[in-house]
Structures are given as structure tokens and as C-alpha cells.
């Protein structure tokens, strides 16, 4: 418990910080002489000063710290640095602790090695100024501000044995994820789960701004932090050895009150009855750039904005700023904290935990190494079966359901599987899943409640940032989930997916990182059946998003029915370091494809589907009809059958993608088709009339270098929607069958003169159907009741 | 002051509440028969039974007790409903109020009209099922939760007469924008600002949970409440009389503290010493679905999530689900309601206040109504002098900004622009603003702060959601601003820009909306400048995103020099109904035009720059080089430069566009080109090599269709970064003058054997600054001191 430190270990502690500091505002400013064993000279300065000083000692105060309780607990910590563009700071902790060296070899801890680690920060073929996957011990890219504790959250989930320290800068504490985190300790279970410690740095100051969390009135940030449902335990000053002792303090009561709080719940009183545990939360005052330059040029640096990043910015060219450059770095007394050799003295090392303990080298922070594979169920117990296609129908979300309640349960005693999703589970037919297990939540319940549970696995609240940084930190902490989203919201997390793509896309550059599992995208409820909500819930734009970005780590696949959605989805829920987006629908949907068929069809990702054309094995195609997603597949199979009785002697291909990579040239995603390939199915010469899930001009990036491209026409959705019936969202986007039809007999040369009286068909239909649905308010029964083996 | 409302009153708010509840009931499920003159048939039931029950109850309360305080106390009040999707409540009290049918005249105030309020209501042809630009005095459609705090704090800004009434459901106030919005009462002005009014209703439950400040103890969510800053006063319960008593003196006694708070700050006690105010928060816990069905098919329904949506699913089906429905629509006993016409009884009407007084007539709800032309500042006092191309460099945002401070004076009093931004004012270069105006800041201040001001019209937190939602409910409200952010993290806010662009939109087509003043963004601090942060700050494809969406929303402009970014800045700032997204960097540049050259080439939007390629007007161009943003324009005009040094006998057009949307066919876009101009311009059949501020295929999505597409070959950002030098980065992304230079080599038929050589010297170059930079940290001098006058 909180006694006061001895003298000797404070000493101990204040030197390894003193070497923090210093190892940090060295990284920022030299590239020599780095043990300042001589003056400082302009040639010792970098030429680009690049960096963020001003969060930097905070950190490495927090640091210090937590490697002390981890000395005394024998604690597993995992740190989540969110302000981590104080990369400085991280770095100097990883090469104090070995952990970098253990990493990066040639980084060694000595003097050449510390020079190394200076030079190369920020420095061109070095290594980046924010935390990122380069650095040892991180799984929290500092870039983008708001999500720090929500990956801290995920990382504690289903780690009891864990503790996730989480430092939130008060910048980060203004983002809107971030503030809709604290809440996150409702869904915290302390027997299952490990525990969280919120660390919010008040340091007062942002880039150019005081902080908002910084200016209210204590006893309002206190019932703010309360309100969250935490316990806050305050430390804060300028004076390092009265903060050294009250963050111990602050520290071992927060710990023990944690330890008190799993012991009680772990003790087997799981009843109803328990209470919500109040969680402690630390909240640490010190000056930004705390222990740099005091005033510069005459302005007050240390404890204003101006120390955010480079507090004296001219040091090459300014002998004044070079003096006061020098004067701070001697301030640390560097000579006590490292020998002539340039390792830290012993009193420095006296404060690093043992081996794995270090949070440089923390596993949980290479989480592929404990990552298992993931037991998917077979696929043959939740198929449909499919004796013709388009004969029955079948709600694909639904049928994956099932399967994803066995994988619940298969993973029962594991618990490295969590599925996650703002509300919608059931909203998106996968309520299955509550069979097997239930939805996390530690608030209070009702009689009426269903299926909530202190140790669920579903984890359900009305934020898509939340369940994207409560899966992004279980996933790279090794385990595996789902995040099934409607599909227009998912671009509330359009900023945070492409932090995580970076992140992936980098990691797998580093042979010492381990493949982590995907983060897998279920988005349903999409665009094309949205009656209820209308135009302000369709958007099939997050496919263009990501596809932007990395092809190393990119997948999209939009499986057209019920069994090649389950196939997909074996394929996915067990693979490595992408980012998969699965597209598909929750309303009934025919069946096409028998499991073996889709096995099948998934395998290549793209195929004729022979017994929808006209494919006798000896014409070429007169057109081809190309589709991708559920809707539009059904469309671009009714539009075949149309122009099979309409215009019989027309040679019709049906093909349908399912992974829109494919798309792309072998040269430019490791999906993609060699031109060979995508002639063979979608000709050269041929007109192509391709009916899409999304924005229509996506399939011409992705096609525009085929030398078919000049035939391709693409319907898809054009931002025209309402509360509409399903087959008008069609027709409003000229996606539907009449009109697939017509685009057909306007690309085809040389047709019948009957061609334009089928066309003239087609548009009477498309009239009968704008007057029968205003007057009934449903689609024509044609339509409605159609079925392909009618 | 909150006396005890006498029992008529009582009386009459409830019958017109339960007037509004019927009116929303029968939205969801009458065809016909609406004031139940004779008993239900299946035949009277829509038959797709769409719409959201669950919040329609609380809405309509709401909306009652707002009604009688601005009976009584003669204010002026803009309500903004975040649980939105409760349109038939919103849409009854407008029926009921008089504005619907001012607004639409066919939806008269009678039988005939109540029958075409209820059938047209999430029928096709008709009205969708959420609040939207539809829908009389809205400014915030109900879709995608988050927003509606901030949208009411941004229609409050700089409208001290206002009160903007802010419902927000339990299932909203999960969110991450909505959670980081309560802050904004730190950024309220009472002197020069409304009053924001936050009605945060409690009904329990979102689609299919229970929601998280429902199920903590009340005393938990006070502290909450004050933790964000206000005072919360509570009203609940179930049954109608008690909550209306209640409500009513809540009502009051928030309003009357709001009157005190604003008494006193306008009182001329505006010394720095004035206490921040803690400003009112009513809690409503009423239940969900209230007066609904109480139990369905056996299981609990009013009061549960299962009243979220229809609580009765199959009554065209089965004959007790439409026996449940007529005694529920009979319970608010229609016929003291309506009189036998079908209008509202005087009962009833008494409870709407007069004209323009109306929720649904806020002239703030149709704020192009109030907007005043923006005086943008003459460019003259503010463009650089530019003798000869690239020879000056200047920072484009830097310029830009001394056109913002002017224009700040010069609204001085008008107060009807204001700037917001994450933090970024100065970081962006455009400090200059801070001569003319403070930061909004009520929260505590330091001798030490700058800049900062209770009546600021700059408005910075790190927070883009919270800009956003400033600027939007700003704007909608008729008034100006301008959003400065860095590029990569506005996806932060993708989502929220699709819904605007959607509302903008669909209001262009109603004639009774007036044009609102658009939003407008500057993306700065760009993905070619992330000399500081990184690869996690490189991003460029919001120009993607919402070139996804309404073409007439919609326009992208990249200047690629200061006196561009100045023409581009008084085109977008007094614009009317878009979304403009100017990209442009904030290092310095190259002055290339003169501001009339500027002032021509923007009117164009695109257009030959003959003075930096061959042009001599006898020869068509062997290879066009083209170019959009500032870095690329830079590297084509030195690879020009290059070419003209190596390869003298080549002609080499210059092309630079500034205006993206311009590369689009013209019935694609209203800014498109006929492909007569854009032949003219890029001729058909030479090579393109074109220099791209972003990902390149965009460049190929928007010219696919073009007779030289085929000749067209894009360089941009590939996803390849780090911290690292300007020039590292285009090399990187193959973005370079080199490269440029090998493209043309590589493109062009029937080159000298000298081009092979010249091809050599170019990748010699790029060789030499891989080993230069890691050896010095900084440019190659030909490169860093490269002038295109040199």
C-alpha cells in the first residue's frame, strides 16, 4: 500500500526520468555527440528540428512510474501513449529498457547505439516522430487524436490477467471518441476482462489553445470524471520530487483499488447484485515541456503551448538558442545517468522491470504471437441447400448468424473471438449469437432486459468509433472479432480505418511483428433496402474509401446469397493483417449457389455463371452481363431472363464478382487478374453491362487499364433514395432489370428490329411501375413475386 | 416563474399532445379512414407499415410544452429533434401548428389533408420517414446520430434574441460527437450569442438495448451533467398529467434562468472576472413508446425497445393486431380532438402559438432567408506581386489569411462569418485572423493565453465533429464560415459531410427553401507537407469522397498558388447551397500568376499555362504535361523545365487544373467540360502525363469516358510515407521531376536516341538524393534551391 518512498528508490526514480528527458530532447536535436562529451557545435544540430517536445517528460514521468509498480506487483502492463507524437519520449523509455535494442540490435545501448537513436529519429531512412509499428512495446499509432482508450479497452478485454495503463493528453480528451470511451468501463467485466487505468495528462495546452479539461474548475472536471463513472485520484506540480511521490502514491492507491475490485468480483460473487465497481482514473498536472527552455526569445516557453513541438527552433543558426540547447540537455546531468561508455548508470537500470515485464517488450503489444487460429465451424451444418438456383430465399445475415453462435460457442472457454456493432445485431439478423452468448454490459438491468450479461461477448453501444477501437485493440492484442455495421455508418469510422490500414500495412513490413487477425467488416443494411430510414442511411461508398489505400492489406467482397456469404466469411474470420470488407444483405435474398458451388465461386472470386447465360460452349458472348452484390445480381438475373425470351438468339455471359479486387490488375493488388484472365471472362470487344453494389465509377477505376474498358457500362447507385419500396430504389437508380435490359439492346450492334420493341417493352414496364407503386405503395407483382426458376 | 399551471391549460396541452400522438400513429399505418369515422379494415392499413413509434410520444411532448412557452413568454425558438427519425411527430405538430400547410398547401389543415398527411408519410411519392430538408422548420435531419447538440449550438452563435431548443435521445447521447458536444457551452457567448437548451430525453432504450445513461444512477448522470457544465433539472414519468405539471415548471425554471444568465452578462459585466454560467439541462424520462400498445403478442412493448419502430407489425394480417390498433388511435379520443371536418378543435389550436412563432415557420429553419452577401474584401489589397512566374515564393494560407482578418473587421457588427478549426488556425498559417478577432473561450483563462475572447468568432477545439457541427447548424441558419482543417483528418468527418451534402441537396430542390451559404473547407497542412507527423497525416482522398456525391452540391478547387487560393476564396466564400473543398498548402510556394492571370485561370477552372511549356502556336504538343495542387504544379513545371533543358526539340504543353470537377463530362457535372474542350486542351491522342495532388486514379475516374483516356497516365500519392524531406516525398510516390521527365521519355513515340540518355540523368538524379538525404537530412540544393526563373 501507498507508504512513502524511500529516499533512495525517489533518487532512482527521478534519474531514470532525468535520462528519459534527455534521451528525448536529444533525439530531436542531434545527430552527433550525442553524450555531449564535447560542446555543442551547429554540426552536431540536425538541419530539420522535427518533433513533439512538449508531451514528451509527461510521458516519461508516466513511464518511470509504471515500470516502478511493475517492479513491486509484478505486474503484465500494456501502455497505451496517447499522445503518442511524443514518440521521443517512447523511444528513449524502449532503449533505456533494452527493448529497443532487443528489436533493433544495431541500436545498441551505448553510445554508438544512442547516437543511432537520436540521429534516426525523424531523420530521413529513420524512423517516424510518433509512436507507430516501428516502436517496440505500441500498438497505438500517435497520429490521430481519440481513440487511445478505447484501444486500451479493447486490449483489456478477455485479459484478466492485464493491466492496460492509457495515457489521454487533454487534446485528445476534446475528440468526440474519446469522450464517448470513458464510458466504456460499462461493458468492463472484472472477472473476464482486465482492467483499464485512465491516465489523463493535463498538461494545459494544445497545439496553439489551453485545453478545455484544463480550464474547468476542479470540482467540475471531478464530477465530470465521476459522472464517467471513475474514481479520480489528482497529482499533479512542478516540482519533480514532490510529483515523483505523489504519482507513486496516487499510482499504488489506484492499483490496489483495482486489485480490491477484481479480487471481490472474482471471488465468486457474480450475482445480479453486484455493484458496478467505480474505477479509479489519475488525473496528472504538469507543465507542457516541463523541464525544457524557460522563456525563448523573451516568451514564456515551458508551460504554454509554445513547447508543443520544437521549443528553440534556430539552434544552428543562433548561438543564443545553441547556449540554451546546451544548458538544458546539461541540466539532466547526463555524466551521472549514462557511463563513459554510454550505457545507464545502474541507479537507471536499477528502475527497469525484468525481461518480458518491460513495456517495450511487452507480448500483448506483438499480439500475433498469441494469436490462435480460429475454430469456423464447417460450413456444411448452417448451409442452404440449393436444389436449382433463385428458387428459395434466404436472408444471408440470418444464415450467418448461425454459424457465428457455434463460433460463440466453440469459443466459450477461450474468449478470443467478440463480435461487435452499434446496436444492430439483432437489427441485422445475427441474433443468433445470443444463444450462445450474451451482450456485455455492467450497468443496471431491468426484468425486461434480454440477453445482457456481465461476460458477454457481443459487445453492442450506439457508437461506431467505440466498437471500432474496442476491435482494433483486440485485435491487435491477438484475438479475433466481427464488426457488423449498417453500411452507411461505417464511414463514421472512415478516418479511424484508415489509421489502422497504415498501421496494418506498415506492420507487415516488420519481420519481428506478427501477423495479427483481420478487422473484418460485416456491412448490412445497406443502401439497397433501406425502407425505413431512406436516403440519409444509403451510402455504398465505404468500399471506395478503403480501397484507397494499401492493396497489401485491402479486401472487399460483396457475396451475392446466403452460402457464399458463409464461405467468404470462413474465409476472413481466420485470416491475418487485412482489413475485410464483407457487403452483403439481411433481407431475403435468393439462393443461387449450393455450398460447393459458392466454395467454388469464392475461390476464384469471380466466375461465369454458366446456367444463367446463354453458354453452350461454342459462341462467344454477344454481351456480357457483370454484376456484384446481392440486389444487383438479382437484377442482372432477371435482366438475363428477360432477354432470354425476349431475344432468344442473343448470347448472353452472366458473371458475377464477389471479390472486387479482382477487378484490378495483377500488378496492382495481389487479387487481381492478369488481362488474360479478365478477357477470358469479360472479352475484349464485347460490351459489358455491369450491375453494381456501389457508385457506379468505382468499377472503372478499378477497370479502366482492360482493353474491354471502352465497352464497359456501369449502373450502380447514383444518390437518388427515399422511403421507397425496394424495387423503386432500383428503378430510381437505373439499376433495375428493365433497364439493364435496355442498356443491353442500346450496346449490341446489329440486333433484330424486334430489339426496339423489347426495349419499347422495357420502358412501358418502368412506367406500369412508377404509377402502380404510388397508387399501392408496393412493387408490381411482377417483380414482386418473380423468381428466377419461376 | 414556475407557478402551477391552472387545469384548462393542463387540459388543453394534453389534448393537443394526444392530438399530435394520434396524428403520429396514424402516419405509420393509415391509408385511409383517418379520423376513424367508421371501424378499421384491413383496407385502411398502409401495406408496408414503416416509421419510428418508439420517440414520437416524447417529441410530441416536447413540442407541446415549447409551444406554451412561447405563448407565454413571446420567444423565438428553433427546435432541433436529434431522434430525428421520429418524423411522424415533427410532421403532426407542423400539420397541427398551420406551417405544414403553409409549406404545402395540398396538406390542408382538414380531413382531406390529415388523410394525405398520414398516406403520404414513408409512401412512395411521398415523404420520408424522417425529420428532413422536407420537413417545415428543420435544419437537422434525423438519420445518422451525433449531431444535433452541435447543430444547435452552431444556430445559436451570434443570435442573442434565439433559444434553440435541442432534443437529444438516450440512444444519440451515446455517440462520440454528440459525447464531445456537451462541451461546446464553453464557446457560448451569453452577450452575443442564443441559448442553447439541451432536453435530453431518457425513453430507456435505443433499437434493441438499453441505454447507458438510463441505467446509472441518477445521481451519477447530475454528475455527469455538471461535469459538462450544466445545472440538469428532471422531469419523468408515466403519467400524463404529473409530467406535464412538471415539464411546464421546468420549463420555466430553465428559461428563467437562462433570461437571469443572459440579463446579467448583457448587463455590460463583461469583465474577464464573469463566471462561465452553468446553463440548464432538463433529464425527461418518459417511457418509450408511450400511450403505445402495452403488450404485443404476449410480450411487453410501451415501455421496451419493441416500441422502437411499428409496435404493431401485421395488422393488415391479423385481426387482433388491428383491433389493438383502433383502440389505441381511439384512446386519445380523436373526436374531442377534430371536429367532424377533420380540423383541430379550438381546444386544441389554443395551444399553437401565433405566425411566425411556429416551430415549424423559424425562419431560422430557412436561414437562406436572413442570409446577407458576405463582403469579401477587394483581392487587390492581398494578392503578391508577381513580375515573373515562379520566381517569389509565398505561403498560400498565409495570404489568405490577411483576407480573412479584413473580412472579419469589415462583419464586425454584422457578426455573420465565423471561422472554425481544430486547433489549426495558426498552425494553418492563418493567425493573421487574430488582429481582427479573438478565439470564442468562456472557460478560464491565463496571463499567459492569447487571443482568446468571450465574443471570439474563431472557434477552435480539437474536435473536427464539433467544427463541423458548428459550421453546418451555422450555415443552415442563413449565416457564412469557412472550415480550416488538416487534409487527412477530415475524414474524421466524412460522415457528417455526406449528410450535409445530402441536405443540401434534396433542399436545392424545394422551391421554399431559400440557397444557405455554403460550407466551405480549406484542407491545408497536406499530405505532401508532413514534414513534422508523418505517414498516419497523409491523406488526400477526401476529394474523393465526395466527388461520390451530388454533383450539384459539390465543387473541389485546387490553387496551386497564392493568388488562385485568393480568387478561389472570394468564389466559394459568398456561394450559396455547396460544399466547396479548396486544398491548398500553407508552406510557401511559387507565385505563378499574377492576380488577374489568377483571376482568369479560376474563371476557367482549367487551362494551358503557354508561358511554361513550347507553345508556340504552329505546333500541336507531343506530350501534355499536366498538373493540379501546388506540389504537383511545382514538379511539372520544373520536369518542363528539364525538358526544355534536355530535350529541346519536344513540344511540351503545360496544363494546370484548378478546378477538379472541370476533368468531368459535362452532363456529369455543371462545372464539366464538352469533349471539345477538354480535346482542345489534351488533345486525343498524345500522352498525358498528369501530376496529381492525390490518389491517381481519381484523375482516371473522372476522365474515363474522354477519346484520350487511353493516353493518360496519372502520378500521385501511392500511400507512401514517412517523416521525412518535401522532395523525399513525391520521389516516394513517384511524383518527382525525374520521374516526370522518364514518363514523358517513356511515352512519347519516336524520341532521339538522346532521350534514352536524358531518361539515364533523370534516374541518376533520383539515385543521388536517395544517398544525399540519408547522408544530410535535408534536399538535394538543386532541388531545394530549384526556381523556375533561375
Tied chains: 1, 2.
Excluded at 630 to 647: F, G, I, M
Amino acid at each position: 500500500m501507498a507508504k512513502d518512498l524511500p529516499k533512495h528508490r525517489l533518487a532512482a526514480l527521478d534519474a531514470y526520468w532525468r535520462a528519459a528527458n534527455y534521451l528525448s530532447a536529444g533525439q530531436i536535436y542531434l545527430l552527433d555527440n550525442p553524450l555531449l562529451t564535447r560542446p555543442l557545435t551547429p554540426e552536431d544540430i540536425k538541419p530539420r528540428l522535427l518533433g513533439h517536445w512538449g508531451t514528451s517528460p509527461g510521458l516519461n514521468l508516466v513511464h518511470t512510474h509504471l515500470d516502478r509498480v511493475i517492479q513491486d506487483r509484478d505486474l503484465d502492463v500494456l501502455c497505451v501513449w496517447g499522445p503518442g507524437h511524443g514518440g521521443p519520449a517512447v523511444l528513449a523509455n524502449a532503449w533505456l529498457d533494452g527493448s529497443y535494442t532487443r528489436t533493433y540490435p544495431d541500436v545498441t545501448r551505448d553510445a554508438a547505439g544512442m547516437r543511432r537513436l537520436m540521429r534516426q529519429f525523424s531523420f530521413p531512412g529513420g524512423v517516424p516522430s510518433h509512436v507507430a509499428p516501428q516502436t517496440p512495446g505500441s500498438i497505438h499509432e500517435g497520429g490521430e487524436l481519440g481513440y487511445a482508450l478505447a484501444h486500451a479497452y479493447g486490449a483489456a478485454l478477455d485479459n484478466p490477467d492485464l493491466l492496460v495503463a492509457c495515457v489521454i493528453g487533454d487534446g485528445e480528451a476534446e475528440t468526440g471518441p474519446l469522450a464517448a470511451s470513458w464510458h466504456a468501463d460499462k461493458f468492463l467485466d472484472p472477472v473476464h476482462d482486465g482492467a483499464v487505468l485512465p491516465i489523463l495528462h493535463l498538461n494545459g495546452y494544445k497545439i496553439a489553445n489551453p485545453t478545455l479539461l484544463a480550464r474547468v474548475p476542479r470540482s467540475e472536471l471531478d464530477e465530470l470524471l465521476r459522472g464517467y463513472g471513475h474514481e479520480p485520484l489528482h497529482v499533479g506540480g512542478a516540482d519533480p520530487l514532490r510529483v515523483h511521490h505523489d504519482l507513486a502514491r496516487a499510482l499504488d492507491t489506484a492499483l490496489d483499488r483495482i486489485a480490491a475490485i477484481q479480487r471481490e468480483a472474482r471471488a465468486g460473487r457474480t450475482g445480479k447484485a453486484r455493484e458496478r465497481p467505480r474505477w479509479p482514473v489519475i488525473v496528472l498536472r504538469t507543465p507542457k515541456g516541463w523541464t525544457g527552455p524557460d522563456v525563448v526569445d523573451g516568451e514564456p516557453v515551458e508551460g504554454t503551448w509554445r513547447a508543443h513541438q520544437v521549443p528553440l527552433a534556430r539552434v544552428r543558426e543562433d548561438p543564443e538558442h545553441l547556449r540554451q540547447l546546451e544548458a538544458w540537455l546539461r541540466s539532466y546531468r547526463p555524466d551521472e545517468l549514462f557511463d563513459a561508455a554510454g550505457r545507464p548508470s545502474d541507479l537507471v537500470l536499477s528502475c527497469v522491470p525484468a525481461g518480458p515485464r518491460r513495456l517495450g517488450a511487452s507480448v500483448h503489444a506483438n499480439g500475433g504471437l498469441l494469436t490462435r487460429a480460429l475454430p469456423v465451424p464447417a460450413l456444411e451444418d448452417f448451409a442452404v441447400p440449393v436444389d436449382k438456383p433463385g428458387s428459395t430465399l434466404h436472408e444471408p445475415t440470418r444464415v450467418l448468424g448461425g454459424l457465428l453462435a457455434q463460433l460463440m460457442r466453440d469459443t466459450e472457454q477461450r474468449r478470443d473471438f467478440r463480435l461487435v456493432g452499434p446496436d444492430e445485431t439483432a437489427s441485422n439478423r445475427l441474433q443468433a449469437v445470443y444463444e450462445a452468448t450474451g451482450k456485455a454490459w455492467q450497468a443496471d438491468t431491468l426484468p425486461t432486459d434480454e440477453h445482457l450479461a456481465r461476460d458477454g461477448r457481443v459487445m453492442e453501444v450506439l457508437c461506431e468509433h467505440l466498437c471500432q477501437g474496442w476491435l482494433e485493440g483486440y485485435t491487435l492484442t491477438g484475438r479475433h472479432g466481427l464488426f457488423s455495421c449498417y453500411e452507411a455508418f461505417v464511414h463514421i469510422v472512415d478516418s479511424m480505418v484508415n489509421q489502422h490500414i497504415k498501421w496494418l500495412g506498415t506492420a507487415r513490413g516488420l519481420p519481428w511483428r506478427a501477423p495479427v487477425p483481420s478487422l473484418n467488416y460485416l456491412l448490412t443494411s445497406h443502401v439497397w433496402r433501406q425502407d425505413h430510414n431512406g436516403f440519409s442511411h444509403q451510402d455504398p461508398g465505404f468500399v471506395d474509401h478503403v480501397l484507397n489505400k494499401s492493396p497489401d492489406v485491402v479486401r472487399v467482397y460483396l457475396p451475392p446469397d446466403a452460402n457464399t456469404l458463409l464461405c467468404v466469411a470462413e474465409h476472413v474470420l481466420d485470416s491475418r493483417d487485412h482489413v475485410n470488407v464483407v457487403v452483403a444483405g439481411k433481407q431475403p435474398c435468393f439462393d443461387w449457389l449450393s455450398l460447393d458451388e459458392a466454395r467454388a465461386h469464392c475461390a476464384r472470386g469471380v466466375g461465369v455463371w454458366a446456367w444463367a447465360g446463354t453458354e453452350d460452349g461454342t459462341r462467344e458472348p454477344d454481351v456480357v452481363l457483370a454484376c456484384a452484390g446481392d440486389v444487383p445480381t438479382q437484377e442482372a438475373l432477371a435482366a438475363a431472363a428477360l432477354l432470354r425470351r425476349h431475344l432468344p438468339e442473343l448470347a448472353v455471359r452472366v458473371v458475377n464478382v464477389v471479390d472486387m479486387t479482382r477487378l484490378l490488375p495483377a500488378e496492382e493488388h495481389p487479387h487481381g487478374m492478369r488481362d488474360s484472365e479478365y478477357d477470358a471472362l469479360f472479352t475484349r470487344d464485347r460490351p459489358v453491362v455491369f450491375a453494381y453494389h456501389g457508385y457506379p465509377w468505382l468499377v472503372h477505376r478499378l477497370a479502366y487499364r482492360r482493353a474491354g474498358h471502352a465497352h464497359l457500362h456501369v449502373r450502380g447507385y447514383k444518390e437518388s433514395g427515399t422511403t421507397t419500396t425496394p424495387f423503386d430504389m432500383v428503378v430510381r437508380n437505373d439499376l433495375d432489370r428493365y433497364r439493364l435490359v435496355m442498356d443491353v439492346v442500346d450496346r449490341v450492334p446489329g440486333l433484330s428490329v424486334r430489339a426496339a420493341a423489347v426495349r419499347q417493352t422495357m420502358a412501358d414496364a418502368r412506367t406500369r411501375h412508377h404509377s402502380w407503386i404510388r397508387e399501392h405503395g408496393v412493387d408490381l407483382p411482377e417483380v414482386a413475386h418473380w423468381s428466377w426458376s419461376q
